[in-house]
């Protein structure tokens, strides 16, 4: 099987042919998940089934991410991607036939859960370390843009496209939907090489622990305070945004004495906005320096959030208004923090440094779940909203007069160029 070589000047063609595989697994991941949900609801109406479902997708991100990101910058990342893809669609046939003999049980989907979430896992850290390699730096916004996009297109077709399939199909069906897209992404990596960072002659010798790379993953980050900043920013945001939009149904029903149409109505508001923002991103690339457009679009996002919490009941139409501005938002601030990332860290390092920040920030929302419930039942869910969007105002703000922050990006330029450096010695260096 002749495999296409990787080539910087037709970038193009060769990243969106991967890129649009990759459109296919998400949506078939998103049909997976609204099925799968909604079919533990409707057997057991057990919100503590749903709980620990949800503890078995966070558990791989938390605990094994680290890990995946050290092995990621050990590993031929095309592989990598190829071998998540292919058990995430091994597992998801599995769980068909047992669907299919009747045969099914909720702990094969806990299973299934975990092994998709360990999958993705490689996948996520894969697939952003090698990003930043295959597109042009200049364009890296862009691309943080379209992916966006992407996740809002998903976010509001997946679950009526689920619902409408769990009435026509049955489960094993929509399960082979899933395991047909995971193929379909997988085809293109078959026969596309994908770039690999060049490992420097002291690894090669030394062929260090697994821990150790992990460890110099956190040594890298520790010594640049920036961003230490940026990520500690990410983790604050998910102890107090992903609570605030996970109990969206009880400030709908209890605050506007809304039904399922108006929680359908504001969620898809937020999903509108996440696809424009993600549009907005793409077509206009954010401000030079990516970290400013980071930085005021999270602002801006907090005020869309506090406006969430400031609403009276009777003007549940500024809540959709709030929730369509914050949707626009987001996107723009964490496209432009990928795109950081991605042009800050060594390629050498990207895989584990992406994979702790991604750790770090997941870790956090078990902790703000636990906790926003009894606040909520405390002092009213409205309260809730008004931290998230303070809180995001207030650091989105805060970090433009940090220095380390506004100088991330150009402070990466000699590690950057260091890096050049040793690639080109690394090629050197091969046999002809």
Do not use: C
């Amino acid at each position: 099987m002749r495999v296409i070589p990787w080539n910087p000047e037709r970038w193009r063609p060769l990243f969106f042919t991967i890129w649009g595989g990759q459109i296919f697994s998400l949506l078939g991941s998103h049909l997976v998940q609204f099925a799968l949900v909604w079919w533990l609801t409707d057997t057991t109406g057990s919100a503590t089934v749903l709980a620990i479902g949800m503890m078995f997708a966070l558990i791989p991100q938390i605990v094994a991410t680290p890990f995946a990101g050290a092995l990621v910058d050990r590993w031929n990342r095309r592989w990598v991607m190829i071998v998540a893809d292919g058990g995430i669609a091994l597992a998801t046939a599995v769980l068909a036939v047992l669907f299919a003999l009747d045969a099914i049980q909720i702990w094969h989907i806990y299973a299934l859960v975990f092994v998709r979430s360990l999958g993705g896992a490689f996948h996520w850290a894969t697939m952003q370390a090698s990003t930043s390699m295959m597109v042009p730096e200049v364009h890296l916004t862009r691309v943080a843009g379209l992916n966006q996009t992407l996740a809002g297109v998903a976010n509001i077709v997946s679950p009526p496209m689920g619902a409408l399939l769990i009435v026509l199909i049955p489960m094993q069906g929509i399960l082979a939907i899933d395991f047909v897209t995971a193929i379909l992404a997988i085809v293109p990596l078959l026969f596309i090489a994908i770039p690999q960072p060049a490992p420097s002659g002291e690894r090669e010798a030394e062929r260090p622990h697994l821990l150790r790379d992990v460890v110099e993953g956190l040594r890298f980050l520790w010594h640049r305070s920036g961003l230490l900043v940026i990520i500690a920013i990410a983790t604050i945001l998910n102890l107090l945004a992903v609570p605030a939009f996970s109990l969206m149904p009880i400030y709908v029903k209890n605050h506007f004495g809304g039904g399922a149409l108006q929680l359908a109505t504001i969620q898809a508001m937020w999903g509108i906005g996440l696809i424009g923002g993600g549009l907005l991103l793409a077509a206009w690339g954010g401000f030079k320096r990516r970290i400013v457009t980071g930085m005021l679009a999270l602002a801006l996002q907090g005020i869309g959030i506090a406006v969430l919490g400031f609403t009276p009941a009777h003007l549940f139409w500024l809540a959709v208004g709030a929730a369509l501005f914050a949707g626009l938002m987001n996107p723009i601030f964490n496209g432009s923090i990928m795109a950081t990332l991605q042009t800050t860290v060594p390629h050498a390092m990207q895989g584990r440094v992406f994979a702790l920040v991604l750790s770090g920030a997941q870790a956090m929302s078990p902790l703000g779940l636990a906790v926003a419930g009894p606040v909520a039942d405390r002092f009213g869910i409205q309260l809730w909203y008004l931290l998230a969007g303070f809180a995001s105002t207030a650091m989105g703000i805060a970090a433009l007069f940090v220095p380390a922050v506004l100088r991330v990006e150009s402070t990466a330029k000699s590690l950057k160029d260091e890096e050049k450096a040793v690639d080109a010695d690394a090629a050197d260096a091969r046999p002809s």
